[in-house]
């Protein structure tokens, strides 16, 4: 099997790691410094969503952001790069606040399922995101062409625990 680990972050212990755990599957995670509730609202309030979900460092931005976080709800995300746009879209399958959210990416053919947990203690929330692709193939593809989370999830995720450790991000969303 070919694995791919990655590590970001400031310090190990705040260190996102990315890695390739099967044929279809990856996993990212990181500990967050902020409590679920506030994680969680950071995944699915579409105005905080673009605050933090295109890592930095990537040539792309995030012009439209729509989010109906309910089981059977819609999300799509309208991405600009080099003078076009990129969309992507699914529905939600599971919505468990303050803990999991279970969605699907349907922009290309067969399904993606994305699995995020968000597991608190002492007011730091470990997120893990598992994504599972519909084939070998599928994973392979979203690899070579980068669109994979295992590239841009670990600094996304370093964006969101910036933006949680501001007070007026935490003050607004108490």
Known sequence: MDTTARTEGNTATNAATAERTSDTELLVSRMINAPARLVFR??????????WWVPK???????SCETDP???????????????????FGRYLEVTPP?????TNEE???ETI????????????LVTVHDRYPSK????????????????????LGQLDELLATSDASEGLS
């Open 42 to 51: 950071a995944w699915t309030d579409a105005e905080l969503l673009q605050q």
């Open 137 to 156: 193939a599928a994973l392979d593809e979203a690899m070579a062409n980068g669109s994979a989370g295992i590239f841009a999830l670990p600094e996304s």
């Open 114 to 125: 994305t699995t995020a947990t968000f597991e608190e203690t002492d007011g730091r929330t």
């Open 99 to 103: 803990s999991r959210l279970v969605w």
């Open 57 to 63: 460092s990537f040539p792309i931005k995030l012009v």
């Open 108 to 110: 290309s053919e067969g």
């Open 70 to 88: 309910r089981v059977g709800g819609r999300y799509r995300l309208v991405f600009a790069f080099e003078g076009s746009t990129m969309d992507f």
